[in-house]
Each structure stands twice: as C-alpha cells, then as structure tokens.
C-alpha cells in the first residue's frame, strides 16, 4: 500500500498511530487495507500535499462531527493558502524586476528595490497592487 501512494511504510504506520487509518487485517505481519481505507490514505495524502494541512486538521476532518468544526478548519486553510499566493504574487513581482532592472548591481542601486524595503521596514505589508511601479 506504502508504494502505491509513494509513501514508507513508517509514515502508514504512524497514521495508523494517530488514528487516521486502520487496516482491515494483518496476514503474516503485513497489513491488508479496504477500499474505505485506501480512500481515508488518498484524502490524507490529498489534503497534506495540496492543502498543507496538518494531521490534526485532516484527523478533524476525516472525523466530519456534527458540530461542523471541520468547516472552520478548512476556511483557516483556504485563508492560508490565500495569503501564500499574495506572497508568492509579490515575490514574482520583485524577482521579474530583479531579471529586468537596468541597474548594474540591483541589490544596492535600484530605486524600486530600496523603497520596497523602507517599506517592509515600516511595517507595511506590501502587496503587488501597492508596490511602486518599476522602472525598468
């Protein structure tokens, strides 16, 4: 089961630990895994990879609850992943400038450049839209 996911076997073994999965039966020390269980191993997988979450939150989850705490999780996420684009966003910004500046040496000569970093030194969040317009 391990190889099928791409996962060790210690990492199926822990899941287990925690509680997120449990195999159907153990035959000569391996352990055997249902379909209901191979689709609990495919959403954790899932849910680590594409969005970051951690064991608990996917615990919380894969336990669903009647009190529907497992929506606050997954809105938490997607607010995580929403501020991780805008970085990633503003990052591309001032990578793309750093490729196209003019300047011989950006790091200590470009003026788009400095004033981003007064600004972050002021506390202010910068964000592409608020970024001075490079001139390249």
Do not use: K
Not at 25 to 34: K, L, T
């Amino acid at each position: 089961m391990a190889r099928l996911f791409g996962l060790t076997v210690s990492t199926l073994r822990y899941w287990e630990e925690r509680g997120l999965v449990s195999a159907a039966e153990r035959r000569g020390g391996r352990r055997w895994y249902g379909a209901a269980e191979l689709h609990r191993i495919g959403l954790i997988q899932m849910w680590q990879d594409t969005g970051r979450m951690s064991l608990d939150e996917i615990s919380l989850l894969l336990d669903g609850g009647g009190d529907g705490a497992w929506r606050d999780v997954v809105l938490d996420r997607l607010q995580a992943i929403d501020e991780q684009i805008e970085r990633l966003q503003a990052g591309r910004l001032h990578l793309t400038h750093l490729l196209n500046c003019p300047c011989g040496n950006p790091a200590s000569e470009c003026e788009y450049l400095r004033e981003t970093v007064v600004r972050r030194m002021a506390g202010h969040p910068v964000t592409p839209e608020e970024l001075p317009r490079p001139r390249t």
